[in-house]
């Protein structure tokens, strides 16, 4: 029996997921159509062994997130929980918090993954994988290949290329240390738990070693429930003969910002020319005309002279007008995009209107396509005191006027521009 658990965090102070995780929480932002969280799920409900999926996380129960999980729960018949930290926990400190929900009815290992990560999901390749290493003390990192360059954003593995073992693992090293990163996507046995346990020990005895010197603890850090996968526990089992890397060659990408989710969209989209062929628009008489993949939800109203694709998702009762073209793009709920207006490299947000003849444009933050194992870069915001060019993002219900250009700028919720902006973040 297998279960799986599904990290999906909460609200945080600095998030670059604004301003759309001001509508709704992050995991359950529609990418290529679908709520983020709902890709892991499906992957997950394939296994045949799979009896359980539990979310961890510390955002509020919420209607919208109780909603997800029940029609999830009827579409791929299987049990799935939400079970609420009380506080950040990080990522090893969450699954351990609540190991006797995980553990209960003995499952033989169980999956753990990041909710903000995009991937072909090779689960039934890790669980061969960890067979043939024939021990059922031994975990499962999956790993993929990046440049050298942005290898330092993510946690490196230095692996042994016969066995496989992980020897090395650094998070997010100053110099080069190896070009296989963590892809956030575990297989985990309940031995796991041990090995959290003697950190929580640990992290307790030098608490009692902060309260005699006197020290400062009421940071939030400083709880010994807050444990780090990947800091604390993959660091100190490397070179143990206990973790092993999975590569994969297949797609991945991380959803840390807005620009992300268009790429991650690019992806899914791809690979539903396998898995989901029926959520691919078709041109046909009378409909609007696609090129490449896009994903058009049934309840749109697209007028049959508009242009879309490629990689573009319409969602809920949205409304395209004559001539309208909309290219690399999200348009959210409820949206409106009169006739002839031009949405490139951007997110519409939830019920705003775009103006007949407005254009709405962005910088696409793509990965460079010459480097076959570049990925996404974590953008900041500004640099050099500007903004950084990338995609466009209206929150819900902003209003652009007819014949108004948006170029490269961010536009809080519930605004109504009345001219023309390039390069702004719009309060």
């Known amino acids: 029996m297998l279960k799986a658990v599904i990290l999906i965090g909460g609200p945080q102070k600095g998030t670059r997921f604004r301003p759309l995780s001001f509508e709704v929480p992050k995991p359950l932002f529609p990418v290529a ?17 799979m009896k359980e999926i539990l979310l961890i996380g510390f955002y509020q129960p919420n209607e919208e997130l109780n909603r997800f999980l029940s029609c999830a729960q009827q579409d791929y018949k299987i049990s799935i ?30 999956f753990v993954m990041n909710a903000d990560v995009c991937s072909e ?14 021990d059922s003390y031994s975990f499962i990192i999956l790993g993929t290949t990046a440049n050298r360059k942005q290898s330092l954003n993510y946690g490196c593995i230095v692996e042994n290329e016969k066995s496989d073992e992980v020897l090395h693992y650094v998070e997010k090293p100053g110099t080069f240390v190896s070009d296989i990163i963590n892809c956030g996507i575990y297989l985990f046995t309940p031995e796991i738990f041990q090995h959290i346990g003697e950190v929580f020990q640990k992290n307790q005895q030098d608490m009692l070693l902060y309260s005699y010197e006197g020290e400062e603890q009421s940071n939030g850090w400083h709880r010994a429930e807050v444990i780090r996968l990947e800091q604390d526990i993959f660091t100190a089992l490397a070179g143990q003969g206990k973790l092993y890397v999975y590569k994969t060659d297949r797609f991945w990408s991380q959803i840390k910002s807005a620009g992300s989710a268009i790429y991650a969209s690019r992806l899914y989209l791809n690979q539903y020319h396998k ?12 409909g609007p005309k696609t090129r490449g993949n896009v994903y058009i939800h049934p309840t749109a109203n697209i007028d049959p002279t508009a242009v879309l694709g490629p990689n573009v998702s319409i969602g809920t009762g949205v409304t395209i007008g004559a001539g309208v073209r909309v290219r690399e793009s999200i348009i959210l709920h409820g949206a409106t995009l009169q006739d002839h207006s031009c949405v490139l490299n951007s997110i519409v947000g939830w019920g705003s209107t775009i103006g007949k003849w407005a254009r709405v444009e962005g910088t696409p933050s793509d990965p460079n396509p010459n480097d076959p194992y570049a990925k996404i870069d974590s953008e900041t915001l500004f640099r050099d005191g500007k903004l950084t060019p990338s995609i466009t993002i209206l929150g819900c219900n902003v209003n652009i006027p007819s014949e108004v250009i948006i170029l490269n700028s961010i536009v809080l919720p519930h605004k109504d521009l009345n001219r023309s902006f390039k390069n702004q973040i719009i309060l």
Do not use: W
């Open 33 to 49: 159509g679908v709520p983020m969280l709902q890709h892991h799920i499906e992957a997950c409900s394939k296994l045949p062994n």
């Open 81 to 110: 929980r939400y079970l609420q930290e009380y506080a950040a926990l990080g990522t090893g400190g969450g699954i351990y918090h609540f190991r006797d929900q995980i553990l209960s009815g003995g499952p033989e290992a169980f």
């Open 121 to 134: 999901f090779p689960l039934p390749e890790m669980l061969d994988f960890q067979k043939e290493h024939g």
């Open 275 to 286: 898995t989901h062929p029926e959520r691919l628009a078709t041109n046909t008489d009378g």
